[in-house]
């Protein structure tokens, strides 16, 4: 008997018994559904938060002691946030062996007033544009000349070049506009230069009309560092030896944190994941082991005209590989036009877990696809091999007489 011919019996089989057929691929297929999206949503999260660290360009960030989470959050999260430090510790940090770069950062509250556009829950942060490493390398695109008062927006607050916005009393132009990341901390943000958050700061206390920014002269929320080949994990203790009442966030530290508290968040969908992949192990094993077993006559038919053992067994895990397969490509299919249709929905969800989703590109979720097909095919061929090695090893004559 040659392979067509048992491929072509193996698909009439399933055929015969549809309803037993169709239920099985609806199991492998929720089986590979759940497996894709679970490994989409925690690479999408790993993604998210390597290109947080990497856009953020700063292997330390220096905050007041006890505000890690804080500043974890602000940086990852894009979470508003306000704690103050002396701007002092600057030149401190600068000092220190293998601090190669070291720009400071105002967290500031979010304005009530910013009537320019519908954007909702901006963030402002200072920087200071003569150290800064962490907003102008992603500028997209700006004005020729720079403005005597501006402000930097991003990638995600719907304005322009030249646009004017109203902010804490006063009408500021866009000088520029940050490159979309897909990160709420860079697209969400609007960015102002230091000595204009201390003016306007200044002049809230006297303006009734606009929110009070509670930020004192000379005070910064963090420090961005950049450490030139020295092991950072000395440096950030020197630093923190050097200059008490602070603490050093670690980048890779926060990512790794971050991830864990994702891996942890929905360890109930990969848990979910791991029980249908083992479930419909089972429950194929059990199909085919009782698929074996209506079929004892016939697979004794088969012996004595000629079909080897091996036949018997490819006759089974022939099914086995269509169901895999038309139900993995159904698992897949679903999977992803969930996905793509709630595309906005999902980011806005992790924003609010404030977690860094960052879509996975082609790449990815073809890896991911072959990953999950794969898991399907193994998962069916698991749960047919001991019946289909069963049903090889019965000698022809007694299959033959079986029920009688």
């Known amino acids: 008997m040659g392979r067509p011919s048992v491929a072509r019996l ?3 089989n399933l ?5 037993r057929t169709i239920t099985l691929i609806l199991a492998i297929a929720i089986a590979t559904a759940s497996l894709f999206s679970s490994i989409i ?7 998210g938060l390597e290109s947080a660290v990497a856009r953020l360009g700063a292997d330390l960030v220096v905050v007041p002691e006890g505000y890690e989470k804080k500043a974890s959050e602000v940086l990852l999260g894009g979470e508003p946030s306000t704690f103050y430090m002396d701007s002092s510790i600057v030149e401190k940090i600068r000092k220190v062996p293998g601090v190669a770069k070291a720009s400071p950062q105002i967290f500031l509250q979010t304005s009530s007033y910013l009537i320019c556009c519908e954007v909702m829950e901006t963030l402002f942060i200072a920087y200071e544009p003569e150290t800064d490493f962490t907003v102008t390398p992603w500028i997209e695109s700006k004005l020729p000349y720079v403005p005597e008062e501006y402000v930097v927006t991003g990638g995600g607050i719907p304005v322009y070049e030249n646009f004017s916005m109203y902010i804490y009393g006063h009408w500021y132009v866009v000088y520029a506009r940050l490159h979309k990341t897909g990160l709420r901390y860079f697209d969400s943000t609007i960015f102002i230069p230091m000595d204009l958050a201390y003016s306007l700061a200044q002049e809230s206390q006297r303006n009734p009309r606009v929110a009070n920014l509670t930020l004192k002269l000379g005070k910064i929320s963090a420090v961005l560092v950049q450490v030139s080949g020295e092991n950072a994990t000395q440096v950030a203790r020197q630093i923190e030896e050097r200059v008490p009442g602070t603490s050093v966030v670690m980048s890779s530290s926060m990512a790794s944190n971050a991830k864990a508290q994702a891996v942890t968040l929905f360890s109930s969908l990969i848990s ?12 194929i094993s059990a199909t085919f082991a009782t698929i074996a077993g209506e079929r004892r006559r016939e697979f004794g038919l088969l012996r004595a005209i000629g079909a080897k053992r091996s ?3 490819k006759l089974m895990l022939y099914e086995a590989s269509f169901l895999a397969t038309i139900g993995a490509t159904l698992g897949l299919t679903i999977g992803a036009v969930i996905f793509f249709a709630f595309r906005e929905e999902v980011t806005k969800s992790f924003e609010k877990l404030l977690i860094p989703f960052f879509w996975p590109n082609l790449d990815t979720l073809f890896a991911t696809a072959v990953v999950a097909f794969a898991s399907a095919v193994v998962m069916a061929f698991l749960g047919t091999i001991y019946p289909a090695l ?6 022809p004559y007694t299959a033959i007489r079986y029920g009688e």
């Not at 069963?390 to 000698?395: F, I, K």
């Open 10 to 12: 193996a698909f009439k």
């Open 15 to 19: 055929k015969r018994k549809r309803f």
């Open 41 to 47: 949503i925690l690479r999408s999260v790993e993604q």
């Open 272 to 283: 979910i994941s791991a029980l249908l992949w083992f479930a419909n192990l089972l429950m």
């Open 311 to 313: 036949d018997v067994m």
């Open 390 to 395: 069963s049903a090889a090893r019965e000698e």
